[in-house]
């Protein structure tokens, strides 16, 4: 896929549809709940087996889009989406319901990877999640601003994410084709920064987890504990994911300014406090408050975790494998919030998963820093992994211009052979420094 600026739409358009299920699941799960006659229980339980296939669909393809070719998987995807969400949207009954959401996981797992392997391989990849999440986030929130008003029952969430997948299905056109044999640039296949990996991937999985058991059971919180009606409810999630895009847009223009590990280790820290406000409010204010602020923060933090994870490998095999696992972690949140919210309440809920989130912090931190998290220093080395960019921050005042920025291509290295010597060996003080400076002492050498 070409890495010209012009090239990122349909990366992000793609993204867009893969994420939207994820960040519709409060409305699913709670409309699954009331107009099927399911429980907060078995409602949830639909919600994570969505996002399972999900997270199935992504951990299949992980290293194989490539040769697949990311136009068909896209499509593959965008088509599994448009059947299974259509299906669910249209069926009456449970079972058709349950098998209609789980089709349509599978479809936002496969477009979620495709995006996913496309950020990692182009040269900025926080800049073009940044823009992904910036896309999804005002998708959402119009849908948040719009589908309360309207009837419907469970089927109207259902349809939207159907129609946005049909929407970004011409984007497909602008992606790659699958590589021929014998033309691909050669490649590890080894995964790079195998432990690394792992950590964040694991993290994530945990980071997700602890969002998504809060974001599955937000609904509730505003409904039933701060007793705001369903309009209510859906504006403050409208103005929260709008306070989202301001986040990212921020997140964006920041950049890499600060490193990684600056922003996830106090954006993460700042979700913790976010999630105990929330899930303890008992009124519109507490309830607003902490909706926003936690939708403010959590996009940033996501963007920098993708970007990082992109980083690891320009394949895109970690982003995907790292994607994948939050995946999972989303999709088990769910039945986390319900069930912790029905045995100990949502107070005591918001609390243990502050704490979770604000322990997975450091584990983040640590793989942040040991992957070039840190600010762009005099002396210091930074290393972005995977891409080959190993980049030495001079000291100040020892070369002339700016210090190249992170990420940044290595200069190429030319050999250049010396000229045979006809058996002779050269004496040792045959040979000087190059420079100006060195140019009449090599004179006198050379007269020798």
Do not use: K
């Amino acid at each position: 896929m070409s890495s010209r600026p012009r090239a990122a739409w349909p990366l992000v358009a793609v993204f867009t549809a893969g994420y939207l299920a994820a960040y519709l699941l409060p409305t699913v799960v709670g409309r699954l709940s009331v107009h099927l006659g399911l429980g907060a229980t078995r409602a949830g339980l639909v919600g994570s087996a969505l996002l399972l296939s999900s997270a199935t669909a992504g951990f299949t393809l992980a290293g194989r889009v490539e040769s697949f070719g990311p136009r068909r998987a896209a499509r593959t995807g965008l088509l599994l989406a448009m059947a299974g969400y259509g299906c669910a949207a249209l069926a009456g009954s449970v079972p058709l319901v349950v098998a209609g959401a789980v089709v349509g996981g599978l479809g936002s797992g496969t477009a979620t990877a495709v995006a996913a392997a496309g950020i990692a391989a182009r040269q900025d990849p926080h800049r073009t999640s940044s823009l992904g999440l910036l896309s999804v986030s005002a998708t959402a929130g119009a849908l948040y601003l719009t589908i309360p008003h309207l009837g419907g029952g469970h089927r109207l969430p259902f349809a939207s994410i159907a129609v946005v997948a049909l929407l970004v299905w011409p984007a497909t056109a602008r992606l790659g084709g699958a590589a021929r044999g014998g033309t691909a640039a050669p490649v590890a296949r080894r995964l790079p920064h195998r432990r690394s990996g792992l950590v964040l991937a694991g993290g994530m999985l945990v980071w997700s987890m602890a969002q998504n058991a809060l974001w599955g059971v937000s609904g509730r919180i505003g409904s039933d504990q701060a007793g705001l009606s369903e309009v209510a409810v859906g504006a403050v999630f409208a103005v929260a994911l709008g306070a989202g895009l301001l986040g990212v847009t921020g997140a964006g223009v920041l950049g890499a300014r600060l490193g990684r590990a600056v922003p996830i280790g106090l954006g993460t820290a700042v979700i913790a406090a976010s999630i105990v406000v929330s899930s303890s409010a008992g009124s519109l204010g507490p309830f607003a408050v902490g909706e926003i602020l936690w939708n403010t923060v959590y996009p940033v933090v996501l963007s920098y975790l993708i970007g990082l994870a992109a980083s690891l490998d320009v394949r895109g095999r970690w982003a995907v494998l790292a994607g994948s696992a939050s995946s999972v972690g989303v999709a088990c949140g769910p039945v986390l919030g319900s069930v912790l919210s029905e045995r100990a309440g949502f107070p005591v809920m918001g609390l243990l998963l502050g704490a979770v989130t604000l322990l997975v912090a450091l584990p983040f931190t640590a793989v942040a820093l040991h992957t070039g998290g840190r600010p762009l220093l005099p002396g210091a080395v930074r290393r972005r992994g995977g891409a080959p960019a190993a980049l030495l921050a001079v000291r100040s005042g020892a070369v002339p211009g700016p210090v190249p920025e992170l990420g940044a291509p290595e200069q190429a290295v030319a050999e250049i052979s010396p000229p045979a010597l006809r058996g002779r060996r050269p004496a040792r003080d045959a040979f000087r420094a190059a420079g100006p400076a060195q140019s009449n002492s090599y004179a006198s050498t050379s007269a020798r």
